[in-house]
């Protein structure tokens, strides 16, 4: 428990320093806290719900109506809040994100490793695997898992799972090949460590810093392959994000009339990828020096 509070510890320093020294990953990480906050507060702070048709005063339903102090974001075709839709969507992004992020990045750190540390035909079956993932295009891919297992928000973020662990698998195999030589590794074998405690105790956090750019970067591109698959008209019709909105208003044929129903769930998902590349080119600058003079 002390050696794992110790890591804990140095951890959030090191979150702290990589902040302070790169500003625009402290922008970028702003952003992500405001978006965090809108996604918990999205029932208090819309007066709609995402699917509700809104009416005027007179009783007819808000078809198409550009923004205004009512709906700021402007209605739809069926005269649902474009606002609504917007800030519910938020929760799907970090669910989807967040969920993808973190998967990727545990089995992709747990496959490099055990590639690299046991080496022989474990490495090479791994590296194999590797090579076929990048074989594949991403969202045609996750398009098939759908099409069998039926569209959902877990479905896209499983299917997405399947193939971007391979970035971080590779790079994680390279750091603990690195990692394996130092001299520590070495004495903690000589003294008889076992390999579950040199992975655990002397491999894990040395290359836990790397991991963490995967996790942000894993976001960003579970969030952009959502609103894709979303866009194509494959998403989860029960969970209201920024690409379901953009798919609707496609179908519709009202993308030049209606510009508030793109504009506005479109910036919405640039800013949010664009926060996150923030981020993760902040924890990138800091693990590698040749990037802090850019």
């Known amino acids: 428990m002390a050696a794992l ?21 402290l922008v970028g990480l702003i952003g992500l806290v405001c978006y965090a906050l809108v996604a918990i507060l999205s029932p208090y702070i819309t007066a709609y719900g995402p699917d509700e048709i809104t009416r005027d005063s007179d009783g ?17 075709n069926m005269g649902r809040d474009v606002w609504s839709g917007v800030v519910y ?60 297992t039926g569209p959902s928000i877990w ?15 590779r790079v994680i195999r390279a750091e603990t ?27 894990l956090p040395n290359v836990m810093p790397i ?8 976001a960003g591109w579970a ?17 209201i994000s920024w690409g379901r909105l953009l798919n609707q208003v496609f179908v519709t044929g009202m993308m030049r009339h209606a510009w508030w129903w793109v504009l506005f769930p479109g910036l919405a998902l640039m800013l949010f990828v664009t926060c996150i590349f923030f981020v993760s080119r902040a924890y990138e600058r800091e693990l590698n020096p040749q990037l802090k003079e850019l």
């Open 5 to 25: 509070a110790t890591w804990t510890s140095r951890s959030l320093q090191r979150q702290v320093r990589v902040f302070r020294r790169d500003r625009l990953g």
């Open 60 to 76: 007819s339903v808000s078809v198409t109506q550009p923004p205004s102090s009512r709906h700021p974001f402007g209605t739809t």
């Open 89 to 148: 969507g938020t929760r799907t992004a970090f669910i989807v994100g967040a969920v993808t992020a973190l998967a990727i990045t545990a089995l992709g750190t747990a496959i490099g490793i055990i590639s690299a540390f046991f080496g022989r035909w474990v490495d090479e079956l791994c590296m194999r695997v590797v090579d076929i993932c990048y074989s594949l295009p991403l969202e045609p891919f996750v398009i098939i898992i759908v099409s069998f």
């Open 155 to 169: 479905t896209i973020s499983f299917g997405t799972t399947l193939l971007m662990w391979r970035s971080s698998a």
């Open 177 to 203: 090949l690195s990692i394996a030589k130092e001299p520590f590794v070495e004495a903690a074998r000589a003294i008889g460590a076992s390999n579950s405690r040199i992975l655990w105790a002397h491999i």
């Open 211 to 218: 991991s963490t750019i995967y996790i942000a970067i894993g």
């Open 223 to 239: 969030v952009l392959v959502e609103a894709n698959v979303s866009f194509l008209g494959y998403g989860d019709p029960h969970a």
